[in-house]
């Protein structure tokens, strides 16, 4: 089998797409193209079906592309084109990505402009051992108090507690009764 150049016009999803392709990936597809060109060819039948490769179509006609590398493969019965859509996505997802490897390779490399990734996140996950020990330290440190911080919190619990007697004591001198909801806790004047 070889692979053709074929105008994007000339093919067609299938109506059963088993891929749902995002706006993310999409554009990370054509980011990819970008920096290394098409490295696959997508995969149709003899009348422009796409079999392989919906995503990758769908970012090259997002992108005004009027070609795309394809691979024919002619003589499938339906049952087997379907098959081979189903095929060619699950496959890929019984693979697991090795972390370690990647972590290693990402370190060797002078920038994370990688498709697929993000660079924020990467730069984050590499960062030097002296940016994360300033980070830990900021997180140990969170939600601890100065004094302060405590004073003034004291305080107003005091002041709080002197509010809430003042207002029983004017309620009591002003009708008598005085009384909590048991259910919400809210006090009412009878």
Not at 4 to 31: A, C, M
Not at 89 to 114: A, Q, T
């Amino acid at each position: 089998m070889k692979v053709e150049i074929v105008k994007i016009d000339s093919l067609t999803h299938p109506k059963k797409n088993v891929r749902i392709h995002t706006k993310e990936q999409i554009k990370e597809l054509y980011k990819s193209v970008e920096m290394f060109g098409q490295i696959r060819p997508i995969v149709i039948d003899e009348e422009g079906l796409i079999l392989a490769g919906n995503g990758l179509v769908e970012a090259y006609r997002e992108h005004g592309q009027g070609e795309i590398k394809a691979m024919t493969i002619p003589g499938l019965t339906e049952s087997e084109k379907k098959k081979l859509m189903i095929t060619d996505n699950r496959i890929y997802n019984l693979g697991l990505d090795h972390n370690e490897n990647i972590m290693s390779i990402l370190k060797e490399l002078d920038d994370f402009n990688i498709p697929g990734y993000d660079e924020g996140l990467l730069e984050d996950l590499l960062s030097e051992d002296y940016d994360v020990l300033i980070d830990e330290r900021a997180v140990t440190d969170y939600g601890v108090l100065d004094e302060e911080e405590i004073a003034d919190i004291e305080q107003s619990a005091v002041n709080k507690e002197q509010r809430i007697e003042e207002i029983q004591e004017r309620a009591a001198a002003d009708v008598g009764r005085l009384i909590r909801c048991p259910h919400c806790g809210k006090e009412f004047i009878l």
